[in-house]
């Protein structure tokens, strides 16, 4: 709790400080803020029980601290390297962080939740940041299409969601999650409002983390969203939203494994080949993030397919891996700064600034899951954990990978290539600022040694 | 571990070494590695355990990592680490003269780096390291690709790096599948894995097809003549002469050991398919007027006959399939020297345009030759030697496919000897052609003297390789 608290806090005065209108001292008063909620997280981590960790409702165990722990380091990154962005609009600075703060805030809620009520309050406080941020471009058409869009779909999955909890809490009474575990096991018979309950739940979940075919939002949100907001919906929204799932349905729904199994197993196949095939005609850069998203979303989804001890660790790594590499190359595209965001737009990015290209071949290699890149450690895991239980779909996951890997390869040749003489696109002038360099330059370490990571594991 | 050490170190301080001082920078590191290497292969006893030099990292690393960071080798190692050092350096040196690409670093820094995952390919044993170094050597090779090839390479580019990639992962599957059988990823447990006959034909499939797809045999093999066509020199010499061999290497250190209940049925299969690479490939080698896709599909046929020749296991042609690894190597990088010296003198490459330079240049002429003969295994040479033993091994199992592969005897010569005749001999087609420059002469006199020292002497290779031959025989014979 206390971390929450401090959280919470940070939010509120860096939107106060806003009003003084010195964005370098709302941004380190942020970032001071987001450490200190990190510096609580680690001693909860040691000292269980002297910090407040458990609330009736939140919980601070070991699951909820590592997922926190991430969000709070991707958060970090983001702001960071949005910066320059968000101090473009001097009025505006405070808003767009301090809203970040907030949706992380519901982030951490999601990954330490103890009953529905909790639950559906993480996720509102998560997403109604998201709407807003989405559409913060104002002038830009797109960006409101992205918002209206986001929050018109968004408002209806959390419906499902409500309703879902409603049916739920109809078969058994209660809303606190161990409590619903309970109910299953000893329950003679389930009540079939159970089975609705859930798969209303498991499609709002579905459409949070983008998985086919709940997918159709998510090209267009991250394509019209501000940058700094698509890499925060990939990396941090995203990884709420899976803890959050694999908490709920490996604690409350386990004794139902078999009826929601098959479902997420097919769903698995199908997120994985409508993120590849679609993402292979992708011209825009971050409509091409979002469907190789969608591809990763379905490669995370196998660790909910085949549970075993090691399932959550093993999607917490990989998200980890997957928003380092995420956040590089939204970064690059930031940098890259193209008005209409082409892929084409890369071009010569590798000489123009070697250290941009290096870090923004390795994300790219890294999402294809090419060793000994942290991203392949990611996939391995997952695969060498399921594929005594079901090796045919660890086949179809590692085919998809091959897809995969034409588009990846496609941008990296692009970075790689000389800057064209015959092209008429105009030739960014890729400015970097200092923060973003640090940014990249976390990035690519955590890339490159992420791997040794697996020593803790 | 620092036969692996030495090359990543070079190819690290290639960064920062001044221009002027790259080319020779080049040829020493290469240097250095190969006196390592044949340090290590002098003081190598053969002995009848599997890995007599085994190193292990892993205490180091407190042992969580999920793989060891377990190096070694066995005779069969050794040889291809040898053989690594020696064509690394061969490399560098037929391309001294090149100065746009001798002289760069990029250049240099990327062959030290290949040679890095080359080695780590043969020398690790650990199957997920394995796979590691195995994806590693493809970047540096897509790379120099991507950077030093000819106009036109995206589409080639493309096509080889995605072919090679899927190929890997099925590699992958096989190795996380087999490793649900067994404690670890080292090679000995499993190889000690029980598999039942069908999911050790999973196993098989999925490093089948990446080594058949490395290799390239027959129906896998489209990638492989344009890619050869449309790189760089150096970079066809690499795949041509060392990436392919990973893929043979592999064969024999994993693929088979591993999954030997899949034998019975795959013999049969890999014998066929590489027979037809090896008359298939050899037909359309004949009517190639571009030099260089001449030698590729030259290529494929040689190495559809290792492939069959592996895979009978028999002592005599997998003795004979490592002669000829070697030898195929050697030729390889002539044959490729050869026709990079005519296109970098004459900006081309075709044979219909090409005659006469054996009378401006009659040094490269007779080292040409040289490399010729043995790549149609004339006696004296190590392809006598190597394609010997290949085809007898074959013939034992079945006099009918032996008879049929044996063939590639014959139409080696009409492809060779008519690339040969027609670029050398004839009335000169008025141009000027400069004769070999020093290290162009020495890089084939490396080569020639290889070739026909193994043709005489082939018995210390032999030496070399037989107790891990043998060891696998006994392997596949227990399961």
């Not at chain 2, 590695?33 to 205490?59: K, L, M, R, W």
Request: with cysteine; charged share 10%; hydrophobic share 60%.
């Amino acid at each position: 709790m206390l971390a929450l608290i401090i959280l919470f806090l940070t939010a509120l005065v860096t939107l106060f400080v806003g009003f003084a209108k010195k964005p370098l001292l709302t941004l380190s008063l942020s970032v001071l803020g987001l450490l200190g909620t990190a510096a609580a997280l680690i001693c909860q981590w040691y000292h269980p029980s002297d910090f407040l960790s458990s609330y009736e409702g939140v919980n601070m165990d070991g699951f909820a601290i590592l997922f926190s722990l991430v969000a709070i380091i991707f958060t970090i990154l983001i702001i960071f390297s949005g910066f320059e962005q968000f101090k473009s609009r001097l009025d505006h600075t405070a808003d767009y962080i301090g809203l970040l703060i907030f949706s992380l805030f519901g982030a951490i809620v999601m990954v330490s939740f103890q009953d529905m009520f909790m639950f559906f309050l993480g996720l509102e406080i998560l997403s109604i940041p998201i709407y807003v941020m989405a559409g913060a471009r104002k002038d830009d058409p797109l960006s409101s299409e992205s918002s209206l869009k986001y929050f018109i779909t968004g408002a209806f999955a959390t419906g499902i969601l409500l309703f879902g909890i409603a049916w739920l809490y109809g078969a058994t009474g209660t809303f606190k999650i161990y409590e619903i575990q309970q109910f299953f096991m000893e329950a003679e018979q389930i009540s079939s409002l159970a089975y609705v309950g859930l798969l209303f739940i498991l499609s709002a979940f579905l459409f949070k983390i983008g998985a086919a075919p709940f997918h159709f939002w998510s090209p267009d949100v991250y394509d019209g969203a501000p940058a700094p907001v698509t890499g925060f919906m990939a990396a941090v929204v995203k990884l709420g939203a899976f803890g959050a799932f694999i908490k709920l349905f490996t604690i409350a729904f386990s004794e139902l494994y078999d009826f929601w199994m098959p479902a997420l197993t097919f769903l698995a196949i199908l997120t994985m080949f409508v993120g590849n095939l679609s993402a292979i005609r992708q011209v825009r850069f971050k409509r091409l993030l979002a469907y190789s998203s969608i591809a990763h979303v379905g490669y995370s989804l196998i660790t909910m397919v085949v549970l075993t001890n090691n399932s959550a660790l093993n999607l917490w790594y990989y998200l980890f891996s997957y928003g380092f590499a995420t956040i590089a190359l939204i970064t690059v595209q930031m940098i890259v700064n193209d008005r209409e965001d082409r892929i084409e737009a890369f071009k010569g990015l590798g000489r123009a600034n070697p250290f941009v290209g290096f870090v923004a071949v390795v994300a790219l290699l890294a999402l294809a899951g090419v060793p000994p890149l942290m991203g392949f450690f990611g996939k391995f895991l997952i695969f060498a954990d399921a594929i005594s239980q079901n090796p045919a779909l660890i086949a179809v996951a590692l085919l998809n990978s091959g897809i995969g890997i034409f588009y990846y390869l496609r941008t990296v040749i692009v970075i790689l290539q000389k800057p064209g003489v015959d092209n008429e696109i105009e030739q960014s002038e890729f400015k970097t600022t200092p923060l973003q360099l640090i940014v990249l330059g976390i990035c690519v370490l955590a890339m490159l040694f992420g791997g040794g990571l697996l020593m803790v594991h | 571990m620092e036969l692996l050490l030495i090359p990543f170190v070079f190819a690290l301080v290639a960064m920062i070494i001044p221009q002027k001082a790259v080319r020779g920078y080049a040829l020493i590191g290469a240097l250095v590695s190969v006196v390592v290497g044949v340090v290590h292969a002098v003081n190598y006893v053969p002995s009848a355990e599997y890995f007599s030099i085994v190193e292990a990292c892993t205490t180091m690393m407190g042992g969580k990592l999920p793989f060891f960071m377990k190096y070694g080798y066995d005779g069969i190692g050794l040889t291809m680490v040898l053989l690594t050092n020696v064509i690394v350096f061969l490399i560098l040196l037929s391309n001294y003269d090149n100065q746009s690409i001798a002289a760069s670093k990029k250049f240099v820094a990327l062959v030290f780096f290949m040679q890095f995952a080359l080695l780590g390919v043969f020398l690790s044993l650990d199957g997920l390291l394995f796979y590691i170094f195995w994806e590693l050597s493809l970047i540096p090779v897509f790379l120099i690709f991507l950077w030093f090839g000819a106009k036109g390479k995206r589409r080639a580019l493309m096509k080889f790096f995605i072919y090679t990639f899927i190929g890997s992962l099925a590699m992958l599957f096989s190795l996380i599948y087999i490793r649900s059988y067994a404690p670890s990823f080292a090679i000995e447990d499993l190889v000690a894995a029980q598999l039942t006959t069908v999911s050790a034909l999973w196993v098989f499939g999925g490093f089948f097809i990446a080594f058949a797809v490395k290799i390239p045999l027959f129906p896998f093999h489209t990638w492989q003549p344009e890619t050869y066509t449309k790189s760089p020199m150096a970079g066809t010499m690499l795949l041509g002469a060392l990436m392919l061999k990973m893929a043979l290497f592999g064969m024999i250190r994993w693929m088979i050991p591993l999954a030997p209940e899949a034998l019975h049925c795959m013999t049969e299969v890999i014998v066929i398919l590489g027979g037809i690479g090896v008359i298939y490939a050899a037909i359309i080698a004949i009517k190639q007027n571009d030099m260089k896709t001449l030698f590729a599909y030259a290529s494929i046929s040689h190495v559809g006959l290792i492939a069959a020749g592996i895979i009978v296991l028999s002592l005599d042609a997998l003795t004979g399939a490592m002669v000829q690894i070697v030898n195929h190597s050697f030729v390889a990088v002539g044959l490729f020297l050869a026709a990079d010296i005519i296109d970098r003198r004459l900006g081309h490459r075709n044979l219909l345009e090409l005659g006469g330079i054996a009378q401006q240049a009659p040094k490269f002429a007779f080292w040409f030759a040289v490399i010729i003969f043995a790549g149609v295994s004339v006696p004296l040479t190590s392809g006598f030697i190597g394609e010997f033993l290949l085809i007898k091994g074959i013939y034992g199992y079945n006099w009918m496919y032996g008879v049929l592969i044996g063939t590639t005897l014959i139409l080696a010569c009409v492809y060779s000897f008519r690339a040969y005749q027609l670029s050398m001999f004839g009335p000169s087609k008025g141009f000027e052609f400069p004769d070999l420059t020093w290290a162009e002469w020495l890089s084939f006199f490396i080569v020639a003297i290889v070739v026909v020292f193994l043709g005489v002497y082939p018995q210390f290779l032999i030496d070399m390789v037989e107790p891990g031959l043998q060891k696998l025989i006994e392997i596949v014979n227990v399961k």
